[in-house]
Nanobody, 119 residues
Framework: VKLVESGGGPVQAGGSLRLSCTAS????????MGWGRQTPGRLRELVAT???????DYPWYVKGRFTLSSDGAKTTVHLQMDNLRSEDTGVYFC??????????????WGQGTQVTVSS
């Protein structure tokens, strides 16, 4: 499986960034796709996901500021991040979970892209 990420970089607080990720090479169906992040002092966490039925989920601390969109096949996702805060600084990773009933589930993470929010 190959995950190609783009976007990220430096931005001032209150600004916006857009991350994109495209997955290829999976032989099984998408279960979940989205973005996670690793911020200083915290474990890696998912910040936006879409499942195979199209349900999108966010943790409370990004809800209303982050917007995830996807293509119909759920192999490309875009994360629009608005009103960024200094605590959003970290490395953002594309997340991809695939599988099939009776066969198993596999998770993949992208290589990560740095987001730096300055106040």
């Amino acid at each position: 499986v190959k995950l190609v990420e783009s976007g990220g970089g430096p931005v001032q607080a209150g600004g916006s960034l857009r991350l994109s990720c495209t997955a290829s090479g999976a032989d099984f169906e998408t279960i979940v796709m989205g973005w996670g992040r690793q911020t200083p002092g915290r474990l890696r966490e998912l910040v936006a996901t879409i499942d195979s039925t199209g349900v999108i989920d966010y943790p409370w601390y990004v809800k209303g500021r982050f917007t995830l969109s996807s293509d119909g096949a759920k192999t490309t996702v875009h994360l629009q991040m608005d009103n960024l805060r200094s605590e959003d600084t970290g490395v953002y990773f594309c997340y991809y979970r695939v599988g099939r009933a009776g066969a198993g589930v596999w998770e993949f993470w992208g290589q990560g892209t740095q987001v730096t929010v300055s106040s």
